[in-house]
């Protein structure tokens, strides 16, 4: 089994499941839960899960927060690698889900804005590294995330990579971003970042055109299911039918299921199996409140 690291955010996600109609001015009332998150973390921990050894590289604050994702993470069986940083806070995500599954997503990255080259472990020969793209999308991590690309490609390591969000990558830069990514294996977009990634208004068009550049893109459609595009290959298969709760997450899942698929598979990964596992999790996880 070829082991994994994955670099990316640990937090607290604050999950506020919102009931009735909008009441600007006034109170609305929710469901409010507090859950283990962070986009890094959450694929960690489903790679974890299903098997895959992993080693989760990031920062915490210095609070009583740090203390219970750290216990979160181990018990779910990932060995993480989190460096506490003095005087900082833990990432905090707080996710305002509407009826019917949508939701709008605040962001304190707190610690996580403080991960160094040097919090990234060793890089095993052959291994597979997971960079989450917030890693990216802020000066004060980039150079962790970098370095970590550079040395995947030293160690021999296959890569994927998951563009994030769109606004921060808008704000970035899109050849900036292709440029700093362009050793990744797997890119894991959903359908607006393949879009923006590429200028295409079309997914599927966004995913061949991708796939001119890295061996494997699989787009996440949403209700539409998702998209494999590997060279002059296109595969397409439809999402799980399940009852939507709350998309939080979903796409972490998707990759987590898609990557764990494809990193057992040997020299031919399937795309039918890949996309079916990733695929699987995601409706698995969006059944109920919570990124997992």
Known sequence: MRPVVVVGDVATDVVVALTGDPAPGSDRPASIRTRGGGAGANVAVHLARLGIPVQLAGCVGDDAAASVLRAELAAAGVQPALRTVAGAAT????????????????????????????????????????????????????????????????????????????????????????????AATVLLPNADEACLLTGCTDAVDAARALAVHHPVVAVSLGAEGAVWAAG???????????????????????AAGLLAAWLTAGREPDPVTALDAGLALAAEVVRRPGAR
Not at 138 to 161: E, F, H, M, N, Q
Request: glycine share 14%; hydrophobic share 40%.
């Open 232 to 254: 002059t290959a296109l595969v397409h298969r439809p999402a799980q039918a399940t009852e939507v709760v709350d998309t939080t997450g979903a796409g972490d899942a998707f």
């Open 91 to 182: 990432g905090v995500v707080v996710s305002l889900v509407e009826p019917g599954g949508q939701r709008s997503m605040l962001a304190d990255r707190g610690a996580n804005l403080e991960l160094e080259p040097g919090d990234v472990p060793p890089l095993s020969q052959g291994g597979h590294l997971h960079l989450s793209g917030y890693t990216l999308l802020d000066p004060g991590p980039r150079a962790a995330g970098l370095g970590a690309l550079a040395a995947a490609v030293t160690a021999g390591c296959t890569v994927s990579v998951d563009p994030a969000s769109t606004e921060p990558l808008r704000r970035y830069g899109v050849d900036r971003w292709l440029a700093d990514t362009a």
